[in-house]
């Protein structure tokens, strides 16, 4: 009885988010978990007969299940995915509600899960996943998730709850890798062995540079960014593990996306197109194709998708506005921020706009802007803005570079677009609720469409 009213409390939230156009993505859910505290492990019951797949980690997890969801669709595979991002319990509930009909049946094959790292024992424990993916660990939020052993130890709660799961790891991430565990679940890895991009030179995000076990440093071949690369541990008690799914050759690299070969266990040598840009995305790409082929998906519905297709809402979003082309790309950690500066922003001058907000959403603390690599940036034209705009105009001037401070967020838009001749980008680099306040602006003056539709 309990479930039943839930359900109906969430059915009517939806229609008052809907009449008042309010995204409201997790309200339904906390309402529904407040009158059953069981309502996700109801759900699960009798729903998903292909299983359900389950995303964690860092950084990508939303362009990952995305590209995931692609290929589900293309295969004509029903799904329920929380596509707008929303993944604490909360937000994974309301999506399961949203779909469900009043008895609690949902009408989709898989579920599709991006699952924050601190929610996973939560989550985990109600339900049996058949694949579980961990993209990768970096600092990220100290003010709620602590340190990265305190993440680390979340999730390996959470994979132990499960039994007889597949469970994905980044092999190039030593602290992803050293989750692997006999535990009764099956442990696979992904990874890249070649790689001839560009590098940062001013790159001191490493955290895990230690073996798990021994504490000895970690020596690296290859180092690609922050802690990712090839590595073994100096006393050679920790070697990374050989990937069962490995880009073995890089043939083309640039701000339009990728070529590489890519090798694995389950299928021959395959050629992948990627139209995402960054090496981030490759391991993005990697990840999206071994879960697909733990679902048994024929390899050319991957490799279709991959070649056409777009990032999450805000990871790297084209929008035309004024007659410039506006490229939103999100960061919320020194990772993800140097990823960006990799990526884009080192080898030609362009209108950059940095949107620095410190919800609780972006997390409170914003020191990690001083462990970014802004010495790399090339831009002529900064423009700062977000709360925390001081903050970050006062990193650039210790970086040596000058960011012109304008107080209204979407004002920083308009004041990039004047300073940008006709045919070249500007480039934003906003955190989480920056990036949705200059969407919701966008989305009003363009035919953008907005994320939660």
Known sequence: ????????????????????????????????????????????WNNFPDGIIVVTGTNGKTTTTKL????????DISYLHNKTGSNLERGIVSEMLRRANWR????????????????????????????????????????????????????????????????????????????????????????????????LKHDYTADSVHSPISNAPLVYSKKYFSHMGVYKSKNGDFVRPKPDW????????????????????????????????????????????????????????????????????????????????????L???????????????????????LAINDNFADGRDVSWLWDAAIEDIRSGRIIVGGLRRYDMALRLKYAGKTGQVVDELTACLDRAIDVTKEGEPVYILPTYTAMLEIRRFLVKETEMEDYWK
């Open 104 to 199: 609690g049946r949902i009408d989709a094959q898989v579920a599709l899960l991006e699952v924050d790292e601190a929610s996973i024992p939560a989550v985990l424990s109600q339900l049996n996943a058949r694949t579980i993916l961990v993209t990768n660990l970096f600092r990220d939020q100290l003010d709620r998730y602590g340190e990265l052993q305190t993440t680390a130890q979340m999730i390996k709660k959470g994979l132990a709850s499960q039994q007889g799961a597949t469970i994905l790891l980044n092999a190039d991430d030593p602290l992803v890798a050293s989750l692997a565990d006999n535990d009764g679940n099956t442990y696979m890895f992904f990874g890249i062995s070649d790689f001839n991009g560009p590098v």
């Open 68 to 75: 995931i969801a692609d290929i589900l669709e293309v295969s």
């Open 1 to 44: 009885m309990l479930q039943i009213i839930a359900i109906l409390s969430a059915k009517i939230i939806f229609k008052l988010n809907r009449l008042t156009g309010t995204g409201g993505a997790a309200l339904p859910g906390l309402i529904a978990k407040k009158i059953d505290d069981q309502i996700l492990l109801h759900l699960c």
């Open 331 to 353: 960061i919320k950690n020194p990772t993800g921020f140097n990823q960006a500066i990799q990526t884009y922003l080192q080898d030609k001058k362009q209108t950059l706009v």
């Open 246 to 329: 490995e880009l073995i050759k890089m043939k083309n690299f640039d701000t339009e996306g990728s070529r590489f070969m890519l090798q694995s266990e389950t299928a021959q040598s395959q050629e992948i197109d990627l139209s995402l840009p960054g090496i981030y995305n490759i391991y993005n790409a990697i990840a999206a194709i071994a879960v697909a082929e733990t679902q048994g998906i024929d390899e050319k519905s991957t490799t279709k998708v991959l070649k056409n297709s777009t990032a999450a809402f805000g990871r790297y979003e084209k929008i035309r506005y004024r007659d410039r082309d506006v490229v939103i790309v």
